[in-house]
């Protein structure tokens, strides 16, 4: 059974850090490329050369990254605002076509819930 669970949520001021984690079972995580989502894509790394790809709102405040022997992907977000409060959701597909089209996804975590508060 494929689990995706995220963690590393909270409340944080803005300006302030915080560091997601989305843990990943029953998958070849290797082989998925991997995405972040709140109510639309955040970012994704490709499985196969690890590319990045980012809305234009997070671009050079957060960073996608993968440890795929702890079957591990991370979202570290710096210099937040208000704006980015939400439930972010980690996402794994197989065969992706767009980062940005929801359907192409074959799994999704539960979600953890970011508040930025000024």
């Known amino acids: 059974q494929v689990q995706l669970v995220e963690s590393g949520g909270g409340s944080v001021q803005v300006g302030g850090s915080l560091r997601l984690s989305c843990a990943a079972t029953g998958l070849a995580f290797y082989n998925y490329d991997m995405a972040w989502f709140r109510q639309a894509f955040v970012a994704g790394i490709t499985w196969i050369d690890n590319?990045?790809s980012y809305a234009g709102s997070v671009k050079g405040r957060f960073t996608i990254s993968r440890d795929n022997a702890k079957k591990t992907l991370y979202l570290q977000m710096n210099n937040l605002k208000s704006e980015d409060t939400g439930v972010y959701y980690c996402?794994?597909?197989?065969?992706?076509?767009?980062?940005?089209?929801?359907?192409?996804?074959?799994?999704w975590g539960q979600g953890t819930q970011v508040t930025v508060s000024s």
């Open positions: 996402a794994a597909a197989r065969n992706l076509e767009s980062w940005r089209k929801r359907e192409n996804y074959d799994y």
């Open positions: 590319s990045t």
